[in-house]
């Protein structure tokens, strides 16, 4: 009897355990049922949801819907799979969290105001038997700060180095840094990715060296940041340069034509970064005039003279460096006139030549046709003189009297 016991109890025990893996392997299949995010064609009650992407502060919008229902609710779940909204109940009290639309077959939610912390997978279940879910992966993107460039402190001369270096923080994924010379593209050395302690995004750093020149001096260096939560456009800061250098010199007359006995002055005009302040002027192999005055920038004579003839030199210094240049000085006699005016007068010369020309032409053309036009009336006048009878008949007729003459009549029978 004993013996019976112990094999009904062992199979009892067997049974329990059967049944035990039994359920085991259904929990199992109904939480990969659970989990599952795949899309059958022919389940008409599998949830299908979309990837969205959006960036920090903007609004997500999650589409969870079901080609039919069996009356079963709709849910939406966060990434803590905390229930947002179960059909159009609200679950969670998120006043950034709204409900856009609620069917049978279709649950729509979004979430405004994106924080970091809202990336992640969203889960959208369907209370069926099985419960099917689909989730939906939020990116969130963390938008980069406006790039600061350092190390340009002080003007640097010409030649010499510059070293610029841009930094950005905030980016998620990391951001792309380039750098531009008014609108050139140039290139730097390769970004630096760094992680923030604390928040999952990255700080980004691009160096740049350049040699300068003078043409370098005010152009705009800027470092401009590439990144897809950056909708118009990039983020870019601009650092103008200041380049030092000596000057280039030139000399400027106040006239083209300087005359003897009036006013006249040169003026030495120095480009270079500082302008310069200092400035000699000579004269080559002799002294300068004694009417001439040295005024800064400007050698002024009183009253020229041909004894005023000769090369100028003027010499600009600005501290970083000197130019040089020369001038010659040419007085010219006070009736002389401007190459100006001498085509001016040229010009009108030609014009007035022409114009006599024309009328000449027309005088002449006019005179003949009043020659023509005269003998033709003469040639008239003695016409009918031919066939006059005798010298009388002639004169009267070359006269133009006929009214003593009778007309010859012809009769024919």
Request: one cysteine or more.
């Amino acid at each position: 009897m004993s013996g019976m016991r112990a094999r009904q109890s062992m199979t009892f025990s067997a049974f329990q355990r059967a049944a035990l893996r039994a359920l085991a392997a259904l929990t199992m299949l109904l939480a990969t049922s659970v989990r599952s995010n795949f899309v059958f064609d022919d389940d008409p009650f599998q949830p299908v949801t979309q990837d969205e992407t959006v960036a920090v502060g903007g609004v997500v919008t999650l589409t969870c819907s079901v080609k039919e229902n069996d009356n079963s609710s709709l849910q939406w779940s966060n990434t803590a799979q905390q229930t947002l909204y179960f059909g159009e109940k609200r679950a969670l009290r998120d006043n950034r969290i709204q409900l856009v639309k609620s069917t049978g077959t279709e649950l729509i939610i979004s979430i405004s105001d994106v924080q970091l912390s809202d990336d992640g997978e969203y889960t959208c279940s369907i209370f069926t038997m099985p419960v099917r879910t689909a989730r939906a992966t939020v990116t969130v993107l963390g938008v980069p700060g406006k790039p600061v460039i350092t190390g340009f402190d002080d003007p640097v001369e010409e030649g010499g180095k510059v070293s610029l270096t841009c930094t950005s923080s905030g980016s998620k994924p990391p951001a792309k840094l380039h750098w531009y010379r008014d609108q050139e593209e140039i290139q730097g050395r390769p970004d630096v990715v760094e992680s923030n302690t604390d928040e999952p995004t990255y700080t980004v750093t691009s160096e740049l060296t350049l040699t300068v020149t003078r043409d370098d001096n005010n152009a705009l260096i800027a470092c401009a940041v590439d990144h897809p939560s950056i909708a118009n456009g990039d983020k870019r800061t601009e650092q103008p340069l200041s380049v030092l250098f000596s000057p280039s010199v030139s000399i400027q007359p106040e006239s083209d034509l300087p005359r003897e006995g009036e006013k006249f002055f040169l003026q030495c005009v120095g480009n270079g970064n500082p302008e310069p302040t200092a400035f000699v002027w000579r004269r080559k192999d002799a002294e300068l005039p004694p009417l001439a005055k040295v005024d800064g920038a400007f050698l002024r004579f009183e009253s020229l003279n041909k004894s005023d003839n000769g090369v100028y030199e003027c010499e600009a210094d600005n501290g970083i460096g000197m130019g040089d240049i020369a001038h010659t000085l040419l007085v010219q006699d006070p009736t002389a006139m401007s190459t100006s005016s001498g085509v001016d007068h040229a010009v009108i010369g030609g014009v007035v030549a022409v114009i006599v020309f024309i009328m000449l032409c027309l005088l002449i053309v006019l005179g003949r046709y009043l020659i023509r036009h005269k003998g033709t009336y003469l040639t008239h006048e003695a016409k009918g003189s031919d066939d006059a009878p005798d010298a009388d008949t002639a004169i009267i007729n070359a006269e133009g009297g006929h009214s003593g003459v009778d007309d010859k009549k012809e009769y024919f029978i």
